[in-house]
């Protein structure tokens, strides 16, 4: 005989509880997924947001067309771009790594412009001063200016991880087992539509609320902004 329901407010609490732990697991995958995103992101990020800065003008403008193209279509786009054109070049990749494919390149897209605006908010004295001492551009990039400018970038890097997790919600369209696609299923098989949806929305809000709280220390506390960052004037 089937449990009977144990309803609180019109929801069945008991199928809640139930369905609990297959929630948890798929949005461990969105978090991993996401998480992976964020960190190849930041792999391709940092030097292509450097060459955006220092890099030939040529490339300078190649790479901005690249940001503007990804921030500028929509993400369910790249995605689809990704699933389906890969195979086209012979890269097969199972659902769960296209998906992290097509999160890092949308992750890229604003990732490429948070290093830029934080290695541009580094005064520019500080390039001139390395140059002068002998350093190449590429020296001078990677020991004076990315140093302080990483830790301007960490809180918004924080932020970004926020901005891959909701997009992640689109990885239901290729069939990646994260969170959105199995709250579906569920509601699919047992047309229980408030329970879940409002399941899948806490689970949500727990972990953006937690990288919120997270990226908020960050920038007040840890990598605090002010008279730490500024470059003392010169007499």
């Given at each position: 005989?089937?449990?009977?329901?144990?309803?609180?407010?019109?929801?069945?609490?008991?199928?809640?509880?139930?369905?609990?732990?297959?929630?948890?697991?798929?949005?461990?995958?969105?978090?991993?997924?996401?998480?992976?995103?964020?960190?190849?992101?930041i792999v391709l990020g940092i030097p292509l947001g450097g060459l955006r800065v220092?890099?030939?003008?040529?490339?300078?403008?190649?790479?901005?067309?690249?940001?503007?193209?990804?921030?500028?279509?929509?993400?369910?786009?790249?995605?689809?771009?990704?699933?389906?054109?890969?195979?086209?070049?012979?890269?097969?990749?199972?659902?769960?790594?296209?998906?992290?494919?097509?999160?890092?390149?949308?992750?890229?897209?604003?990732?490429?412009?948070?290093?830029?605006?934080?290695?541009?908010?580094?005064?520019?004295?500080?390039?001139?001063?390395?140059?002068?001492?002998?350093?190449?551009?590429?020296?001078?990039?990677?020991?004076?200016?990315?140093?302080?400018?990483?830790?301007?970038?960490?809180?918004?890097?924080?932020?970004?991880?926020?901005?891959?997790?909701?997009?992640?919600?689109?990885?239901?369209?290729?069939?990646?087992?994260?969170?959105?696609?199995?709250?579906?299923?569920?509601?699919?098989?047992?047309?229980?539509?408030?329970?879940?949806?409002?399941?899948?929305?806490?689970?949500?809000?727990?972990?953006?609320?937690?990288?919120?709280?997270?990226?908020?220390?960050?920038?007040?506390?840890?990598?605090?902004?002010?008279?730490?960052?500024?470059?003392?004037?010169?007499?």
């Amino acid at each position: 005989m089937e449990d009977t329901p144990l309803l609180f407010a019109g929801l069945d609490v008991r199928f809640m509880v139930e369905i609990f732990p297959r929630m948890v697991q798929a949005l461990l995958v969105t978090v991993q997924i996401s998480a992976l995103a964020l960190l190849l992101g930041i792999v391709l990020g940092i030097p292509l947001g450097g060459l955006r800065v220092i890099g030939p003008r040529p490339l300078q403008l190649l790479i901005q067309g690249l940001v503007s193209y990804i921030r500028g279509t929509p993400q369910i786009l790249h995605f689809l771009v990704v699933y389906f054109a890969l195979p086209g070049v012979g890269i097969l990749l199972d659902e769960y790594w296209t998906g992290v494919v097509a999160l890092t390149v949308i992750a890229v897209g604003y990732e490429v412009e948070i290093v830029r605006a934080a290695i541009e908010s580094v005064h520019k004295g500080q390039r001139e001063a390395a140059l002068a001492q002998g350093m190449t551009e590429p020296m001078a990039f990677w020991l004076i200016l990315l140093p302080q400018a990483t830790r301007r970038m960490l809180p918004a890097l924080t932020n970004e991880l926020i901005n891959v997790i909701k997009a992640s919600a689109l990885l239901s369209v290729i069939a990646v087992n994260e969170l959105t696609k199995v709250g579906n299923a569920i509601i699919y098989n047992t047309f229980y539509f408030v329970e879940v949806l409002l399941e899948v929305a806490v689970l949500y809000m727990l972990v953006i609320g937690a990288l919120s709280w997270l990226s908020n220390y960050l920038e007040n506390k840890v990598f605090s902004f002010g008279t730490a960052l500024s470059t003392p004037e010169t007499r």
